[in-house]
């Protein structure tokens, strides 16, 4: 398991967010802290154009459970709002849980090798890293990987 208790990683913004305003948002909750750089990781750039992305750095935003919660609870009553979760590792049972006070507003959540078994209609493993000796990205993958933004991808065109 990766070692996400790096000082540089609570650095920069807490949140990033790319693509056009009113389009489907995906919020991203990234325990690793990617997106360092004002902007969302550049394999995610392709999905920009469709979707609104919301980049959430933990490291960077450590109350980021109030901060979820009250974005989500702002938009509860938005009929035109539709919000799939990604998340990985080690916070995906917090994720969960959050996203169950909110489900008339989240439609998805999209895990990257959790930590807990999954048994919710809502919530799909989207990736999962390769268990063998010559595997060089240790679990749980990146959330910027291009596994998980195929897998990110293909879920939500399956929701549709």
Do not use: C
């Not at 750089?37 to 959430?56: C, G, M, N, Q, Y």
């Not at 917090?94 to 048994?119: K, N, Q």
């Not at 268990?131 to 939500?156: C, I, N, Q, S, T």
Request: charged share 25%; net charge negative.
């Amino acid at each position: 398991m990766r070692d996400f208790t790096e000082p540089a990683r609570a650095t920069g913004p807490g949140v990033v967010a790319d693509g056009p305003a009113g389009a489907t948002t995906v919020l991203v909750i990234d325990p690793a802290g990617e997106a360092l750089h004002d902007e969302i990781p550049a394999t995610w750039r392709t999905l920009s154009d469709r979707l609104r992305i919301v980049w959430l750095r933990v490291p960077a935003a450590p109350e980021w459970r109030s901060t979820v919660d009250k974005v989500l609870t702002r938009h509860r009553d938005d009929t035109r709002t539709m919000l799939d979760i990604v998340t990985s590792g080690p916070i995906a049972a917090d994720v969960i849980d959050l996203a169950r006070g909110h489900e008339d507003l989240v439609r998805s959540v999209l895990l990257v090798d959790p930590e807990v078994e999954v048994d919710d209609p809502f919530v799909r493993v989207v990736a999962r890293s390769q268990d063998v000796p010559d595997d060089r990205v240790p679990a749980p993958l990146p959330l910027g990987h291009p596994y998980v933004v195929f897998g990110v991808a293909e879920a939500l065109n399956q929701l549709g």
